[in-house]
């Protein structure tokens, strides 16, 4: 239960989506000194467990990479190519453009439809972050 409640202080003031290995690593730095710390394998589990509840969904990124954020409000996904940030948009902004987008055709979406739009976060476009390197790229 303890790590449950640690991965969701992680992540709620995130406001956005995290790889496990960032929410063992955050899990890690906010416990106090000498306290036994959950091991990866313990992070998994308790992400597992939570999407299983419905309380995290999962985004997984070129790459491989998948993140795991809080199950809120119905959103999308702004992920940025340069530093892989990922932006919640929420989904009534973008419900009128999709129902354009629908409109005539057959195709009915489900409530847990889901877009993963691609760019730069405001911070890339000012040239104000280092871009991350992309997995696999060796660099």
Do not use: N, W
Not at 22 to 41: K, M, T
Not at 75 to 84: E, I, K, P
Not at 97 to 126: I, N, W
Request: charged share 15%; glycine share 10%.
């Amino acid at each position: 239960m303890a790590s449950r409640i640690q991965v969701l202080a992680v992540l709620e003031p995130v406001q956005g989506h995290l790889p496990v290995a960032e929410i063992h690593q955050r899990v890690r730095a906010s416990l106090p000194p000498g306290a036994h710390p959950p091991d990866v394998v313990t992070i998994y589990r308790t992400v597992t467990t939570l999407m299983d509840q419905g309380v995290l969904h999962a985004l997984t990124l070129d790459g491989g990479i998948t993140t795991y954020g809080l199950a809120t409000a119905p959103h999308h996904h702004a992920v940025c190519t340069q530093c892989r940030s990922i932006i919640e948009v929420p989904a009534r902004q973008l419900s009128l453009a999709l129902e354009h987008a629908m409109a005539g055709s057959s195709f009915a979406l489900s409530e847990k439809a889901g877009l993963t739009l691609r760019g730069l976060c405001p911070q890339c476009q000012d040239g104000g972050r280092d871009p991350r390197p992309a997995p696999g790229s060796g660099r």
